[in-house]
Nanobody, 115 residues
Framework: QVQLVESGGGLVQAGKSLRLSCAASPPSANIGSMAWHRQAPGKSREYIGSIHTDALTNYDDSVKGRFTISRENAKNTMYLQIHRLKPEDSAVYYC?????????WGQGTQVIVSS
């Protein structure tokens, strides 16, 4: 059984930066492609971007320039670096990983951006 655990969320001021983490458990789990999504209150879950085992990334146009996805394969951990946070970035952020041809969702970490 594989689990993904997000961390790093919290309350932050607009204009600041924040780094979220998504760690696979157990750490030895073979995770392929990974992705970040977010869901704001009253809205559907939104795709942010993805990263593959070769570190190639893809981003939704709405976040290009402020969001950076990276990963450390040896630790089975993915990161989301967010710069110049805006109040509209407030959401629950979810990670997703491909394991044995099935996508596994994390439980999410909440980000609240204050004005």
């Amino acid at each position: 059984q594989v689990q993904l655990v997000e961390s790093g969320g919290g309350l932050v001021q607009a204009g600041k930066s924040l780094r979220l983490s998504c760690a696979a458990s157990p750490p030895s789990a073979n995770i392929g492609s990974m992705a970040w999504h977010r869901q704001a209150p009253g809205k559907s879950r939104e795709y942010i971007g993805s990263i593959h085992t070769d570190a190639l990334t893809n981003y939704d146009d709405s976040v290009k320039g402020r969001f950076t996805i990276s990963r450390e394969n040896a630790k089975n951990t993915m990161y989301l670096q967010i710069h110049r946070l805006k109040p509209e970035d407030s959401a629950v952020y979810y990670c997703r990983g491909l394991h044995q041809h099935r996508w596994v969702w994390g439980q999410g970490t909440q980000v609240i951006v204050s004005s």
